[in-house]
């Protein structure tokens, strides 16, 4: 999606694939001072965009059943410690919210994706 060089670091902004997803998932823990093998819950979401530094992620964005019970997005991150970044982070994750927010036809479906997803890291990541 984007790339952004700065006088330290590339940063990256991209789409969350199935082989990201552990990465993901042991950050999620790491930055919530967890065990990495530790299973997630529900508030891990089903991930869509990541910010990456160089390669190892800084952030991501999942979707979410929100406090209202309407299909939202949470943003799970480390400091990018860079206030421009964290702009462009924030306004790319807004947009491709809108997108992916439309592959679910109701709160009952994403439901039922978190709880698959959950469902496959238990079984594969551990």
């Given at each position: ?6 006088d ?10 199935a082989?990201?997803i ?6 999620f823990?790491?930055?919530?001072g ?23 992620p ?8 929100n ?10 991150q ?9 702009t ?20 009952g ?11 496959w890291?238990?079984y594969s990541?551990?």
């Amino acid at each position: 999606m984007n790339r952004i060089v700065t006088d330290k670091a590339t940063w990256s902004i991209t789409e969350v694939y199935a082989t990201d997803i552990r990465q993901l998932k042991d950050s999620f823990n790491e930055w919530n001072g967890r065990p990495k093998d530790m299973s997630v819950g529900t508030s891990f979401g089903i991930p869509f965009l990541q910010l990456k530094n160089n390669t190892r992620p800084i952030a991501f964005a999942s979707l979410i059943v929100n406090e209202n019970g309407a299909i939202g997005y949470k943003i799970d991150q480390k400091s990018s410690g860079n206030p421009e970044i964290q702009t462009e982070w924030e306004k790319q994750v807004a947009m491709e919210f809108l997108k992916k927010k439309a592959a679910f036809k109701d709160v009952g479906s994403l439901q039922s994706g978190i709880l698959c997803l959950l469902n496959w890291l238990d079984y594969s990541c551990n």
